[in-house]
């Protein structure tokens, strides 16, 4: 019987530790938490987003962070069979708007109560409060686990640890010092699906407002790089909300190579530059005697009124038939590329995901084995892999875990 360590009791984890056990090896599982699944019972809102109800190849779209690695993987076991996987351990599902995939009941600890049930009846011997300080290799080959002044033996080692995001949740980066440790090239830790802070300081003032149906596109040195339409919200440091979430990648990337980084926002990115001059032209005439910022009512969220006039070098009491012709022009340009400059992510520990990991150069793809050391595998966020939110991070986890658990029986 094969004897396999894993450490960590995450999605991935928890997996993987099923699978395994399912084929007849004996599993312990390591957790330095209380409880199983405790980063689990945080995502989605505390709802947890289990899966996206989408075709292999649109999960790994939304797997900005190396996703084509994990084709095999997904093709091995879909969102399709993640769903069918929970239903089938009493867990009933929904779909929401997206594809997103919940339980029935809006509430994670009933996905973490049928994976604790299921991880009981397969056997697997799980050690709560148990943190692993260290790893060596025997001369046989074996794993030698250091935890809780114990030593534990091994014939293969899972490394599910997590990443650097949420660390209060256990992920605080132990896998890539055991990682490394072995062998094993760290490619660079940033934070991704994580708020941006900015240089303005007048998104103080615009705190806690939520624009919706706006175009952001995400610049370095005045180049043009992505964009993204949808939500986003004012916070007291800079900016956040859905849209903001996805570019945030991209950004601590730029970020993280000196680039001048900007965020331009068209407030109004259904109407063309020729519409928007017509409709300040018209609300102008309506409201001649009025002064910029009540001309504005109509156009704008109050809150967002002061600051683009400002940036439009227009007073805000000036009235709307004194507004000259460049002045228009000026306010117009400003509704369709209001600029913000990025100077930082949020911290990693405020990030949802961690972009960087064990380098998915020297992981097996069909198993998930480490090319550099037998009989060791990665799997889940450890890994440098990384999702966009709507259920792609944890589907990720999920086929990672099952390829693992299922290799070499």
Not at 225 to 232: A, N, Y
Request: hydrophobic share 40%; proline share 3%; glycine share 8%.
């Amino acid at each position: 019987m094969i004897n396999i360590a894993i450490i960590g009791a995450g999605p991935a984890g928890m997996m993987t530790a099923i699978k395994s056990a399912e084929t007849g090896a004996k599993v312990t599982l390591f957790e330095k938490n209380s409880k199983l699944g405790r980063k689990l019972s945080i995502t989605g809102k505390g709802r947890c987003n289990l899966t996206n109800n989408a075709a292999v190849e649109e999960v790994i779209k939304n797997l900005p962070g190396n996703g084509k690695f994990l084709f095999s993987a997904l093709k091995n076991f879909t969102t399709a069979d993640t769903i069918n996987f929970f239903n089938a351990l009493g867990l009933k599902t929904k779909i929401e708007r997206g594809g997103r995939v919940f339980p029935e009941s809006d509430n994670a600890n009933d996905v973490i109560a049928v994976l604790e049930k299921k991880i009981a009846l397969a056997g697997v011997e799980v050690h709560l409060n148990c943190k692993v300080d260290n790893i060596e290799i025997g001369n046989d080959g074996k794993f030698k686990l250091q935890a809780n002044n114990k030593i534990f033996t091994f014939d293969r080692l899972v490394l599910a640890t997590g990443g650097k995001s949420y660390p209060a949740t256990g992920s605080t980066g132990d896998g890539f010092k055991f990682a490394k440790k072995l062998g094993h090239s760290i490619t660079e830790i940033l934070p991704a699906l994580v708020p941006l802070e900015v240089e303005e300081d007048f998104v103080k003032d615009l705190q806690g407002l939520s624009l919706k149906n706006i175009r952001a596109t995400l610049l370095a040195n005045g180049k043009k790089i992505t964009e993204q339409f949808g939500e986003m919200l004012f916070t007291h440091f800079g900016v956040s909300g859905p849209i903001i979430l996805t570019l945030s990648r991209t950004a601590a990337k730029l970020l993280s190579t000196k680039q001048s980084v900007e965020l331009q926002i068209n407030l109004k990115p259904a109407l063309t530059p020729e519409q928007i001059n017509s409709r300040l032209l018209r609300d102008f005439e309506k409201f001649k005697h009025k002064s910029a910022k009540n001309v504005l009512i109509e156009l704008l969220p109050q809150k967002l009124i002061p600051p683009i006039l400002d940036l439009a070098f227009i007073a805000e009491d000036k009235k709307a038939d004194s507004i000259t012709k460049a002045e228009r022009l000026r306010l117009a340009e400003t509704l369709r590329a209001l600029t913000l400059t990025i100077t930082k992510t949020r911290p990693i520990s405020e990030a949802i995901v961690t972009c960087g990991g064990v380098s998915v150069k020297e992981i097996n793809p069909k198993t998930m084995e480490s090319k550099i050391v037998k009989n060791l595998y990665i799997v889940g966020e450890v890994a440098d892999i990384d999702g966009l939110t709507g259920g792609f991070n944890l589907q990720a986890a999920w086929a990672m875990g099952y390829a693992a658990g299922q290799a070499g029986f």
